[in-house]
């Protein structure tokens, strides 16, 4: 527990604080990974990924663990990445923050854990945002992804059929929210109901999404509900499906018609 607890803290320091790494300029991207009880670990190591990615690709980050970023003037980035962070910890004037930045026309990538609202309701514009609606997900499983759709960015650096272990998580669409899915889990090749005693978990079928994306006010949207653990955000597959979407949303490029 105290090793725990001194990685948390860790964690929490490394991303307290904003912090900009200047590229070329072809474009700017606010990413907040605010640590929390199941998620804090991946943290450093997905910054330093990001940070990679941002002198890789010729564009400028900026990194914190702040809500209170998305109080000011967000129209300088041309995306936003919720990393692990949902909405659903935002106050007021964050929320309004975020609403505005959209309605302008921002861009908006949203990453696993940012999916999941722990009361559905409260903040509708949200789950609007997202998409869908987070229901329960089994125990962590290897898995066999597919391409929904092969022409979007996100899935050019990914095998036709791709060997991935995650949680795979089970929505619903109380909004009635028209997405356009880019993977898919085959259900067949692991066991949906594999859950913990008193928790009953049923699978989708055969139409299960695990990434997507939509037009939400005046911009666009990516979602990814891959993502849980540490080791991903070292995983140069799962990095490429990420990095895919967050250029699409930032940029509207790269995306070949179906």
């Given amino acids: 527990m105290k090793k725990t607890l001194q ?12 912090a900009a790494h200047a590229g070329d300029g072809q474009f700017q991207l606010l990413v907040l990974a605010m640590p ?14 990001f940070e990679k990615l941002a002198k890789l690709h010729a564009f400028e980050l900026t990194w914190t663990a702040q809500p209170s970023a998305f109080e ?12 692990n962070s949902s909405g659903e910890e935002f106050n007021e004037a964050q929320r309004n ?8 026309g921002g861009n908006a990538v949203v990453v696993h854990r940012a999916i ?3 009361k559905p309701g409260q903040w509708p514009w949200y789950e609007q945002l997202v998409g869908r609606n987070f229901v329960i997900h089994p125990m962590l499983q290897t898995a066999v992804v597919t391409k929904a759709d092969a022409g979007h960015p996100a899935t050019f650096g990914l095998p036709d059929r791709w060997i991935w272990s995650d949680e795979w998580y089970e929505f619903s669409n109380p909004h009635g929210v028209q997405i356009h899915p880019v993977l898919k889990v085959d259900e067949r ?8 005693p008193g ?13 997507w994306w939509h037009a939400y006010e005046k911009g666009r949207v990516f979602v990814t509900a891959l993502g849980h653990n540490v080791e991903m955000y070292r995983d140069r597959q799962y990095l490429d499906h990420l990095w895919g979407g967050i250029w699409w ?7 070949q018609p179906r």
Avoid: C, F, N
């Fill in 7 to 18: 990685t948390l803290a860790v964690a929490a320091t490394v991303a307290a604080t904003p």
């Fill in 36 to 49: 929390t009880k199941y998620h804090y670990e991946y943290i450093p190591v997905a910054r330093e990924s």
């Fill in 72 to 83: 000011g003037d967000l129209s300088k980035y041309a995306a936003v990445v919720l990393l």
């Fill in 97 to 104: 923050g975020l609403e505005r930045y959209m309605k302008a």
């Fill in 116 to 118: 999941i609202v722990a």
């Fill in 189 to 196: 090749t692991y066991d949906p109901t594999k859950i913990w």
């Fill in 199 to 211: 928790q009953v978990a049923t699978g989708m079928g055969a139409d299960h999404p695990v990434s």
């Fill in 249 to 255: 949303a930032a940029t509207g490029r790269g995306q």
